[in-house]
């Protein structure tokens, strides 16, 4: 197959300020080479690609699902450190987990590796789930 994984994710953003002030506070880097359409934000491999009104309600960009809009986004997240890491990291930014610690099955292995996941929302009410898998359990 040639498809490796996936590189970037792309969500309708109402209000860019909170946005980038919440990724920031959980470990993301900020791109604004696009600024002010889009504004991407990066940890390792993985982008973010936050459109704001200007780009995702203008009917000449169509480079985007058709029903888009905030708060579509629903996206899991591999958490290469501990629990404890990710539960200190998540209190520090102020960020309430709604769901979690939850055994759930994610993409590694092909889907049959299970990990422990959290679950947050961003100030757009993405859904975000962080997962940890077992062998990134670091005592």
Known sequence: ?????????????ND?????AFYTSIGFTV????????FSVCQGDMKLNLHAPRL???????LRGPMARPGC??????WD?????????LAAASVEVIEGPV?????????STTGTSRYVRDPERNLLEF?????????
């Not at 055994?103 to 889907?111: F, H, Q, S, Y």
């Not at 997962?131 to 005592?139: A, C, F, L, M, R």
């Open 73 to 78: 986004g629903d996206v899991c997240m591999v």
């Open 16 to 20: 860019m300020g909170p946005m980038l």
């Open 31 to 38: 791109d604004e080479s696009m600024a002010p359409l889009m």
């Open 131 to 139: 997962i940890v898998y077992p062998s990134s359990q670091h005592h």
């Open 1 to 13: 197959m040639g498809v490796r994984r996936l590189d970037h994710v792309a969500i309708p953003v």
């Open 103 to 111: 055994e759930r099955v994610g993409g590694k292995d092909t889907g």
């Open 56 to 62: 995702w309600q203008s009917a000449k960009f169509d």
């Open 81 to 89: 450190r501990s629990e404890a890491d990710l539960d200190a990291m």
